[in-house]
């Protein structure tokens, strides 16, 4: 799991470095966390946590963040995961869900938080 852990951070970090997003590492609750502007967007991995510990963190990180992503890997885990986040936060998914190579997929964007 710390492999495939350390692969989805990598993901994630390519994407907001590519939206303009700077890393940061002065802690959080959330997986990985970045900031633009002034706001702070957050990450929360699905994949390495049970559904009480995802709703759990899911809310204690409510208040801490602009903006923040449930990131899952397996598009067929969305049903499953809109059910135990808030709706204003995103979906983001990083998974080879045709056979065709890693691809990005949003599934839904996050609403303001604060």
Known sequence: MADEKRLMKNAVRLWCIEKGYEEITDGGRCDISFKMCGRRLGFIFEFDKTAEELKALAEAVKNEYSFIYAVINDSRKRSEVIKLIP????????????????????????????
Do not use: A, H, K, M
């Open 87 to 114: 709706p204003e936060y995103g979906i983001f998914c990083y998974s080879n869900s045709f056979g065709l190579g890693f691809v990005y997929q949003i599934f839904r964007e996050p609403s303001l938080i604060y």
